[in-house]
């Protein structure tokens, strides 16, 4: 009994303790500020050849490698993201990248393939390299400019 009391004696304590650094890194969610974050809400339309561009990654990007993103729908059409959270983008000069996303994506720091396009099995369309991995698409985000429609072309 005697050792009972002494274990018990030491075991709450600990497990008091346990519980107070568990819940201190635990359940708590931190909420961001973004309302000093100059953000405004982006969509617009994406068409290649004249035809609603479907599953494309549109992507604005700031020369400091920041970006916003968002997918187009069946109507080509999309909204940017600032992250998986809000909505919206930065304002400024943006270069603007327009890609089909799949799961053998070339990792993040590697270079492409000199020449080549990005495409979509599924539907057999590609996109051209100048608008996407040198692009020559930009938008300058602001208040009062916030819908941006591309017009690709397959041939340039």
Same mark, same amino acid.
């Given at each position: ?29 931190i909420e ?16 290649? !050849? ?17 970006? %916003?993103?968002? /997918?187009? !729908? ?23 990248? /327009?890609?089909?996303?799949? !799961? ?14 990005? %495409?979509s099995a ?12 040198? %692009? ?14 591309? !017009? ?5």
């Amino acid at each position: 009994m005697k050792l009972f009391m002494l274990l018990c004696g030491r075991a709450v304590p600990l497990c008091l303790l346990s519980c107070l650094l568990l819940s201190a890194g635990c359940g708590g969610s931190i909420e961001a500020d973004y309302s000093k974050l100059d953000l405004v809400d982006v969509s617009g339309t994406v068409t290649l !050849d004249g035809q609603p561009l479907s599953g494309a990654t549109v992507v604005f990007e700031a020369p400091d490698r920041t970006f %916003s993103s968002g /997918i187009t !729908d069946a109507s080509g059409h999309y909204s940017l993201m600032f992250n998986t959270e809000k909505s919206g983008c930065l304002t400024g000069q943006k270069t603007v990248r /327009i890609r089909f996303v799949t !799961d053998s994506e070339t990792p993040e720091g590697e270079a492409e393939t000199e020449g080549t396009q990005e %495409s979509s099995a599924a539907s057999g369309q590609k996109i051209p390299e100048q608008y996407n991995s040198k %692009s020559t698409l930009t938008a300058t985000v602001n208040a009062d400019q916030t819908s941006f429609n591309f !017009d690709l072309k397959s041939k340039p």
